[in-house]
């Protein structure tokens, strides 16, 4: 036997494994198990005798649900920020006519004490103008969610202080009325909770003076209160007497509802 011959035999041969198949995932269920979502299999190895196969649910039926909920929870962001505007915008309009009301009550008694007949009647006009102008902004009736109730019960629940409780159930009561509700409804509650019962912290109340001291420098010609026309400023004023809501709100928040109300 020659040497090649020997050295072919004598050679290891090594055998050629086919590769590996790795199981296909599609975009689906890879978006779906991003989210938490479980095969039926996976799910009956983790519920064990509770495994309901009623709650097995295909990949693309569990992105397409949460996609559905996510667009319908923006919906109702949308429709719950127009409603707060709507609530803004007939406040702000509803105190211009009040402001205008009294400006005309009191030159009607200035009339009267004139003996100004004319005078008198021509202001008696423009009060029924008013009139019919304030019929015409009827505050629409709020719209109640199911999920939204249940948020807000929760937060109302976990209050155990009977004093905060009682603060909390006024505040919302009056937040419900301006169309807040669910988390929008919470974070207000909870905004003025902590402007009602601060939590007690030195350090927190030092920093809180520091903060308050610097905001309160001037800033060039930025827009204030005070820059307003005359009857702007009556009509916030109207608008934080009248509600609680808005004598919390800062200058720039009115400054926005002017301006949104004015478009």
């Given at each position: 036997m020659s040497e090649l011959e020997n050295a072919i035999e004598n050679e290891e041969v090594t055998e050629v494994?086919?590769?590996v198949e790795m199981p296909k995932v599609n975009a689906f269920e890879a978006k779906a198990r991003q989210k938490g979502w479980l095969s039926a299999d996976e799910l009956k190895e983790?519920?064990?005798?509770?495994f309901d196969p009623d709650n097995v649910v295909s990949?693309?039926?569990f992105v397409e649900k949460g996609e559905m909920i996510s667009a319908i929870n923006q919906l109702k962001k949308q429709v719950r920020d127009n409603d707060g505007r709507l609530a803004d915008n007939n406040a702000f309009w509803q105190s211009q006519l009040e402001v205008q009301k009294d400006e005309l009550l009191s030159k009607r008694d200035e009339a009267i004490d004139l003996a100004d007949k004319d005078e008198v009647k021509k202001i008696d006009i423009q009060l029924k103008d008013i009139e019919k102008q304030e019929g015409n902004l009827k505050p629409?009736?709020?719209q109640f969610d199911p999920a939204d109730i249940q948020a807000e019960n929760n937060y109302l629940a976990s209050l155990t202080?009977?004093?905060q409780k009682l603060f909390a159930q006024d505040t919302a009561n009056q937040y419900i009325n301006q169309g807040y509700a669910g988390a929008d409804l919470v974070d207000?509650?909870?905004?003025d909770m902590d402007k009602e019962f601060p939590a007690k912290n030195p350090r927190r109340e030092e920093a809180t003076l520091t903060t308050s001291k610097s905001r309160s420098k001037p800033s060039g010609d930025k827009a204030?209160?005070?820059n307003l026309g005359d009857m702007d400023r009556k009509i916030i004023s109207a608008m934080r007497n009248s509600n609680s809501k808005y004598a919390k709100k800062s200058d720039g928040d009115m400054l926005k509802i002017i301006e949104d109300s004015k478009r």
């Amino acid at each position: 036997m020659s040497e090649l011959e020997n050295a072919i035999e004598n050679e290891e041969v090594t055998e050629v494994k086919d590769p590996v198949e790795m199981p296909k995932v599609n975009a689906f269920e890879a978006k779906a198990r991003q989210k938490g979502w479980l095969s039926a299999d996976e799910l009956k190895e983790k519920k064990g005798d509770d495994f309901d196969p009623d709650n097995v649910v295909s990949a693309r039926q569990f992105v397409e649900k949460g996609e559905m909920i996510s667009a319908i929870n923006q919906l109702k962001k949308q429709v719950r920020d127009n409603d707060g505007r709507l609530a803004d915008n007939n406040a702000f309009w509803q105190s211009q006519l009040e402001v205008q009301k009294d400006e005309l009550l009191s030159k009607r008694d200035e009339a009267i004490d004139l003996a100004d007949k004319d005078e008198v009647k021509k202001i008696d006009i423009q009060l029924k103008d008013i009139e019919k102008q304030e019929g015409n902004l009827k505050p629409t009736a709020p719209q109640f969610d199911p999920a939204d109730i249940q948020a807000e019960n929760n937060y109302l629940a976990s209050l155990t202080n009977r004093s905060q409780k009682l603060f909390a159930q006024d505040t919302a009561n009056q937040y419900i009325n301006q169309g807040y509700a669910g988390a929008d409804l919470v974070d207000a509650i909870k905004l003025d909770m902590d402007k009602e019962f601060p939590a007690k912290n030195p350090r927190r109340e030092e920093a809180t003076l520091t903060t308050s001291k610097s905001r309160s420098k001037p800033s060039g010609d930025k827009a204030t209160v005070d820059n307003l026309g005359d009857m702007d400023r009556k009509i916030i004023s109207a608008m934080r007497n009248s509600n609680s809501k808005y004598a919390k709100k800062s200058d720039g928040d009115m400054l926005k509802i002017i301006e949104d109300s004015k478009r």
